[in-house]
T-cell receptor
């Protein structure tokens, strides 16, 4: 089945700088790549996604890039703010009927 | 209001006891999921339900079973809980299974002693 590797387990960034989280996947059939955010002690909520028919998507300060050839996708958080501190999970789906396969998460800490 | 509700939020059980985790959603979503989250292991899919009485095993179904008798309600059952089932369990729902956003509940923390 699909495997998703999230390359950074922790990331520490200065407020205002950018944070980049990289993920790779194994199944060339994967076509849907969402990102979820989990704040301390809370549940996960959706932040942004990208589908395989595009290679870039932006939503406010979040940018997602997809490189299908390298089977890699990344989340860029620009102009980071303290409220961006959380664990971010990437995920991939190669067969929608089997749900999402998640990476292990990246803990992002934004310091002043 | 778009909400996924899990009950109970916290539970302590003895090994061998039965556990019932319940999940409800108010969005008429077709698809519902049960995941567990463990440190170092991320989120692992236990079961997925495509609609009433249409359930499929995920990646780690052993030791679990599910029930979905109404679209808005999805239960996770542990018959004879084991200590390695200590975890945080998340329920989620999506419009359908075709690449849609998952909405997660707040989680149920289960400790098996």
């Amino acid at each position: 089945g699909e495997k998703v590797e999230q390359h950074e387990s922790t990331l520490s960034v200065r407020e205002g700088d950018s944070a980049v989280i990289n993920c790779t996947y194994t199944d060339t059939a994967s076509s849907y790549f969402p990102w979820y955010k989990q704040e301390a002690g809370k549940s996960l909520h959706f932040v942004i996604d990208i589908r395989s028919n595009v290679d870039r998507k932006q939503s406010q300060r979040l940018i997602v890039l997809l490189d299908k050839k390298a089977k890699r996708f990344s989340l860029h958080i620009t102009a980071t703010q303290p409220e961006d501190s959380a664990i971010y999970f990437c995920a991939a789906s190669n067969n929608y009927a089997q749900g999402l396969t998640f990476g292990l998460g990246t803990r992002v800490s934004v310091f002043p | 209001d778009m909400k996924v509700t899990q009950m109970p939020r916290y539970l302590i059980k003895r090994m061998g006891e039965n556990v019932l985790l319940e999940c409800g959603q108010d969005m008429s979503h077709e698809t519902m999921y049960w995941y567990r989250q463990d440190p170092g292991l991320g989120l692992q899919l236990i079961y997925i339900s495509y609609d009433v009485d249409s359930n499929s095993e995920g990646d780690i179904p052993k030791g679990y079973r599910v029930s979905r008798k109404k679209r808005e309600h999805f239960s996770l059952i542990l018959d004879s809980a084991k200590t390695n089932q200590t975890s945080v369990y998340f329920c989620a729902s999506s419009l359908n299974y075709s690449g849609n956003t998952l909405y997660f509940g707040e989680g149920s923390r289960l400790i098996v002693v």
